[in-house]
């Protein structure tokens, strides 16, 4: 690098930089052999020198690596260069929020779904215990399509003492952020500032998202500097910003509660966003006929696939969105559609017959329709899934894509659109099948679907030969979301498989010290699973890689706990643990219990009886 720049920040290669202040630096930087970029934030030499600083520093990265939540910036690393302390962060490829405002405005739909996201940072963060006091645009990373939101720097405005409530102990401020996000008590100087100052920090940016503008003097109501704002979203927006701290919302979780109507806004925009594929045709007619997939199609490669993926969200919601956008009071559920969508290629292909609904039997209840369409939605699918692995590919796509037409919005949804994405990979189209695990991830957030789907699209990541951390951010995805699916193990067992490819590194919360990311992984597939030959696998490696850390009373307990919950399966683990205690650790005791409980079947039996003597 160039002119003040570094070349390297400790192990790391800088590759560019990502902004400078008076007190750090951050730069975007990698670490071989990982392609992946992460953020280094690295004290100015001025703060480094003093040791106060540069020992707040350190303690304030480590809190902050213990915040683990998708909305905030994750600490992976942390260590010094030279004398200068730094940490690493996940890198977010794409901007700041300010710089996204200022190069323009937000839509009301994306400033409610970027402030929702900031806020499930907040409310975590006041949960342990740290509030932010430094919380402004400038300290939120958003991707370019702002699906991914960031908080950073939590943690670095000082670690308090959970207490009571959301907002846990008020400590001393460690510095006054941006003026103009900064809460009244705290600009007068008498005041830190508790929880609500983070709350009208929040406001701020929800009102500068939302206006493209930050008040000066009287606070306009954000709906009338920008006719698309709904007028429901002004008084929770005025609420965060009143002067005094007791008429704000007491917590960020109540904050959201009032929010929590206004979700559906996402809906009517992906309405609009459909409306962008047929700009020539509106939302009519009755009925959606299939794309098929091998019809002939004047378009590229990439609009096809677009269209191909838009065309099964079509089916699964056009009957339920509206394409209006509301100006009142919170929407209630979208209304059905007047019309769908008919998909369009150069060449159509008839849509698959799909046989018509019986008219339900004079008197019958609408539960009594639902459960009927239930079952034979079900039926319908057992047949399809018998029938998948007889059929051509393309054959089975046509009928999976006619029963989505007819039993997309049943119970049976989900299972469905599974059964469409493992079709469409073995049918070669991995990119339709990727788009499709992510529509059953979005759709079916929360349920056990979507942890199967994110499985299955780290594989196809793979597969695409796509970088291995998009694969470990679904895999991360599925182990801080979905520990109790049936898709935690073999994802954790993929998860730890790349880590130790990439030889990633994580840092130990026991510790605050980096070790291997597989360790962290491999432990919590052993807290999770207390039984099965892939918990007894992860017991070894962690033995083992504890061992190599030369962190030896942790390896001799990981043996223990593997001869004990294992011991015919691993009879030669107290072996192991028996000569740890003996060679490295300097137990006799502790190494003669061991030895005695090699189990006869070992093939150290002898060899342990006879140390065990020798050891009075």
Known sequence: MTGNTPSRIGPYEVLGVIGVGTTASVYKAQRAPSTRPVAVKVLNSRVASDPASADRFRREAQSMARLVHSNIAQVVDVGLDGDAPYLVMEYVDGSSLAQRIAAARLTPTEALYVIEEIAKALQFSHQHGVIHRDLNPRNVRVSRDLSVVKLTDVGLSRAQAPSAGEGGATGTFAGLGAMQYTAPEQASGGAAGDHRADIYALGMIFYHALTGQLPVGRVGLPSELNKDVPVSLDPIVLKCLASNPTD???????????LAPLEKVTHHQLARELNRFWPTRALTGTSVGPVAPDAPDASGPATRIVIGAVAVVVVLIAVGLSVRWFRSAAPAAPQAAPAAAQAQTAAPTPAPAVPAKPAPAAGQTAATKDSTLAAEAAAALASLKADAGRSAPADALIRQRGWLARYGNTASAAEGLLLLADTQARAGQLQESLLTCRDVETRFRGLPPAAEALLRHAQLLQQVKASPEESLDRLAEIARDYPASQAFLPAMVLKAGLEDKLKLQAVDPQRGTSVPASLMTRRLVASRVTNGPA?????????????????FDQAAKT??????????????????????????????????????????????????????????
């Open 248 to 258: 704000r919302y007491d917590s960020v979780g109540a904050f959201l509660a009032d």
């Open 535 to 551: 918990a007894m696998a992860a017991l070894r490696q962690i033995a083992s890689t504890y061992e190599d850390l030369k962190r």
């Open 559 to 616: 043996y223990v706990e593997l001869g004990t919950r294992y011991p015919e399966a691993t009879p030669d683990a107290w072996f192991a643990a028996a000569e740890i205690y003996e060679r490295r650790l300097n137990d006799k005791a502790a190494a003669k219990a061991a030895y005695l409980k090699v189990p006869p079947a070992s093939p150290r039996y002898r060899d342990a009886q006879s140390r065990a003597q020798k050891l009075r």
